[in-house]
């Protein structure tokens, strides 16, 4: 199935072994070893495109090794495969905490910190895919170095960073970031979570220009709008709010990407949003650390129970299109059903409708929306469902 190892990423993790190794010595290290795996099975439905898939896919095989080295340094290493059958690294640091406190220094690949949907692991996100703006917007894992800090009500997290193990540009892009959260209210009755992220980013100068696209919710089929490779740097600022009352649950973003574009008249602005609300029967959402954990589940099928089931339903939107850029927009509503056997098990089924303008480019898109865009079809409507089986250890 392994076809193949990024190359660039082979040394790095070596590197990190290594440095993991020499400060291990006389030192008490544990290791734990941990994966998850996800089959999805789409059917989606294209009104104008006339088109219908029916695709199963492994979206997600992961094996990681974790743990501490003595009792201020913690490790973590991710190789990850799909239905591609090529095998990146994911998450691949170092994180060292002086006397064991609530400051911290992480170095090696991990997420910039935007989005509370996006730092929240797939594991436990409310739909089955993301948000439409976290995609749009590339929110991935780069190298880097991060300062964190948290506290009974906040986290405040900011870090430089180069690109992803797997760029092979020998001009890597260039990205800073930095989010707070904060918790006004925590008990055992509410918890109430506010937060904001900024992102700056910038591309090498050997590398293509920013492109800005999305698919209708699932991940089958491929992008339906796009605003084509358009900048060479840009900034996100974004918003977030979510609230846990009991089985209740409730979350929200607003997200802007200011774009520095090489051939516009005037800069171009996007933004994407989503709100959402779920509830739990025979269990609840968590939260830890600035964003959504594993859901509790109060009586597991493993003792003898029901699992516990939960249901929502989400608004989602995303806006591609300003001054002379023309990149389209997309508007969802997604309802779903998820029954959690037990903690580390998941089984979803998400009904989504997408209605899209279909903007003017066809950069990168699936060649079914790419042929309605150049005979002039303004608009689509895709609708479908998606469905998961995952379980984690």
Known sequence: MFKKLERTAVPAVVIMALMAAETAQAQEVTTKVSGRVMLDWSIVDAENANMEWNATELRRLRLGVSGKIGDTVKYKVELNTNSSEDVNVEDAYLQWAPNGGSFNVKVGQFKTHNSLDELTSSRFITALERS????????????????????????????????????????EGRAASVRGTFTPINDDDILVHLGASLRLRNIGDTQSDIRYRQRPVSHIPSRIISTGRIAEKD???????????????????????????????????????????????????????????????????????????????????????????????????????????????????????????????????????????????????????????????
Do not use: Q
């Open 235 to 393: 900034t996100f600022y974004g918003v977030e709010a979510a609230a846990i009352a009991g089985n209740f649950w409730a979350a929200g973003e607003y997200g802007v990407t200011d774009a520095d574009c090489t051939t516009c008249a005037s800069d171009p602005s996007f933004n994407g949003m989503y709100v959402e609300a779920g509830a739990f029967l025979g269990g609840s959402r968590t939260y830890k650390g600035g964003k959504f954990n594993r859901p509790k589940v109060d009586n597991p099928i493993t003792d003898g129970g029901m699992g516990a089931f939960s249901i929502f339903a989400r608004y989602d939107t995303l806006d591609l299109t300003d001054t002379s850029v023309n990149g389209g927009a997309i508007d969802s509503v997604v309802l779903g059903v998820d029954w959690w056997p037990t903690k580390n098990t998941r089984v979803g089924i998400n009904y989504f409708d997408t209605d899209a303008d279909l903007g003017t480019s066809t950069s990168g898109l699936d060649s079914a929306f790419s042929a309605l865009v150049s005979g002039s079809v303004t608009d689509e409507n895709v609708s479908g469902f998606n469905m998961r089986v995952g379980f984690d250890f």
């Open 132 to 171: 439409a703006f976290t995609d749009a917007f590339e929110f991935n894992r780069r190298i880097g170095i991060a300062v964190n800090t948290s506290g009974d009500n906040y986290t405040l997290s900011a870090g430089v960073f180069g690109d992803n193990l797997s760029t092979t540009s020998p001009e």
